[in-house]
């Protein structure tokens, strides 16, 4: 009964007209790269567990230069003339998981475009020995990538022998 009550009541309604507008393009969205994804993270583990073959001496060092840039930007990088972007804090990681986790960053760093950054990673106060396990790890790491232009250890207020500000190339 009430399917009849509906139809006399919709018998004089008309459809609604199409307008003459057209719906915009909408461009599908883009593939996720799920297997350079997986090369990346395969590269940065590689990176992160490489050891440098001449052994440099990086201890004693506190900065760090590419050949062919001006000496200027160490002083500048070192009284944080460039505003320090992002920063990772290392503290309590592993020697392998510390590397791995400043390659992910430095390597985020630069697709965000990012150009100053801090690392963090303790004097090594509490390691074994008293020995900076993780300083000189991630200084060796940094002297090896090739979008780090140069690092200093900053002054005590920003960190100072245990942490480095790095210049990246953009």
């Not at 900065?63 to 992002?86: C, E, M, N, S, Y």
Request: a positive charge.
């Amino acid at each position: 009964m009430k399917d009849r009550d509906f139809r006399d009541a919709m018998k004089d309604v008309a459809p609604i007209r199409t307008s003459n507008r057209v719906e915009p393009y909408r461009s599908p969205r883009p593939p996720i790269p799920a297997k350079r994804r997986e090369d990346e993270r395969a590269v940065l583990e590689e990176l992160a567990r490489a050891t440098l073959d001449d052994e440099a001496e990086i201890e004693a060092d506190t900065a760090f230069l590419r050949p062919g840039l001006p000496l200027d930007i160490l002083r500048k990088l070192r009284r944080t003339h460039w505003v320090i972007q992002d920063q990772i804090d290392l503290h309590g990681s592993g020697a392998d998981e510390a590397a791995l986790a400043t390659a992910e960053f430095l390597a985020d760093c630069r697709r965000r475009g990012l150009r100053c950054v801090r690392i963090v990673h303790g004097k090594g106060l509490r390691s074994v020995g008293r020995e900076p396990v993780l300083k000189k790890r991630i200084r060796r790491l940094l002297t090896r990538r090739e979008e780090v232009l140069a690092f200093v250890e900053p002054r005590a207020a920003h960190g100072g022998g245990g942490a480095v500000v790095v210049l990246l190339d953009a």
